[in-house]
Structures are given as C-alpha cells and as structure tokens.
C-alpha cells in the first residue's frame, strides 16, 4: 500500500538509531498515522486492512507460469534490495526528517513562539 519507500529510507533511520542511542524511530507518516490512530480507534485499522490489505498489495500484472518461488528455498541469483515497485518508491521521509531533526525543530519552534509571543505583547502596549 502506497506509499513505498525505498530500503536505504529505512536503513537510514536503523544507522541513526544505532548511533544516537534512540530507542524507537517512526519511518514514514503512515507510521504516525497508524500510531494515533491506534490510539483513538484500535479496532478500525484491523478491521480496515482486513477489508482491503490484501488486496492492496496485489497487481495486476499476471505470474509467469514458470517463475520460482522462495517458499522452499532461497531463488537463485542476487535480486537486490529493489523490486518492481522501484519506480514508484520515495527515496526520502518528510516525517523521518522531523524526527532525526527534531532537537533543532524544537529549538527553531521555541524561537519562533517566542518570536511570536514579544510581538504580539509588543502590540499590546
């Protein structure tokens, strides 16, 4: 289900948790949405992906009537770490941004309100 991101997006976010001690990171909006909306309605989103999880991640391209699978053993060959959905993939996160940034976005947030509040007292006067 879109969106789709590409592996290095994660990977990205596994180096800075390992080298800035962080014990959780969210990669993606979908994440926070998924977060919050556990939080306000738990029982929705399973009921949700129950519904149309499955086939939301179907296409419909149609299976090569020979093409092995990696149910019994591994498939031959180095396939990477890109599949089919390559083209359609983002190679950044906004939200994982926010989050790796996020002690200088709370520091600009607090300039700014206070940027905001000595004007507004400022006006007052």
């Known amino acids: 289900m879109p969106p789709i991101y590409q592996p290095e997006v994660g990977a990205e976010a596994v180096l800075f948790a390992a080298h800035n001690d962080r014990r959780e990171m969210h990669v993606g909006y979908p994440t926070v949405e998924a977060i919050i909306g556990n939080r306000i309605a738990?029982?929705?989103?399973?009921?949700?992906?129950?519904?149309?999880?499955?086939?939301?991640?179907?296409?419909?391209?149609?299976?090569?009537?020979?093409?092995?699978?990696?149910?019994?053993?591994?498939?031959?060959?180095?396939?990477?770490?890109?599949?089919?959905?390559?083209?359609?993939?983002?190679?950044?996160?906004?939200?994982?941004?926010?989050?790796?940034?996020?002690?200088?976005?709370?520091i600009a947030f607090v300039g700014l309100a206070g940027f905001a509040l000595g004007a507004f007292y400022k006006r007052k006067q």
């Open 42 to 106: 738990p029982g929705f989103a399973d009921w949700y992906l129950a519904r149309n999880g499955y086939e939301a991640q179907q296409t419909d391209e149609p299976v090569e009537p020979d093409r092995r699978d990696n149910l019994w053993e591994p498939v031959p060959g180095d396939h990477g770490a890109h599949g089919v959905f390559d083209d359609r993939a983002s190679e950044s996160s906004p939200q994982l941004w926010a989050s790796m940034n996020r002690n200088w976005l709370a």
